[in-house]
């Protein structure tokens, strides 16, 4: 199983970015997506999540009205709007999926908000 990220991307302040995982390989039970990120010095945090059918979400505080998540059950990918970015959203970002045996992580994808 391999998650693959695009998206990566240089904005201004109060810019947009799409960030967009993909899990490809045999991937069964899949249970939550979503987004987490890491600025340096700093612990990797929860940005956004969201159940299987999307019946719930869960944003972090810092995001919540700037970022939207959004997932395709049948293609296996997740996706995370952001607009109105500011500097402090500048970190990696990793996608994860949880499965009911295993967590699968990407690779990261750095976003940096900069004027």
């Known amino acids: 199983v391999q998650l693959v990220e695009s998206g990566e991307g240089s904005v201004q302040p109060g810019g947009s970015l799409r960030l967009s995982c993909a899990a490809s390989g045999s991937i069964f039970g899949i249970n939550t997506m979503g987004w987490y990120r890491q600025a340096p010095g700093k612990q990797r945090e929860l940005v956004a999540t969201m159940t299987p059918g999307g019946r719930s979400t869960n944003y972090a505080d810092s995001v919540k009205g700037r970022f939207t998540i959004s997932r395709d059950n049948a293609e296996n990918t997740v996706a995370l709007q952001m607009n109105s970015l500011k500097p402090e959203d500048t970190a990696v970002y990793y996608c994860?999926?949880?499965?009911?045996?295993?967590?699968?992580w990407g690779q990261g994808t750095q976003v940096t908000v900069s004027s």
């Open positions: 994860k999926v949880a499965t009911i045996a295993f967590d699968y």
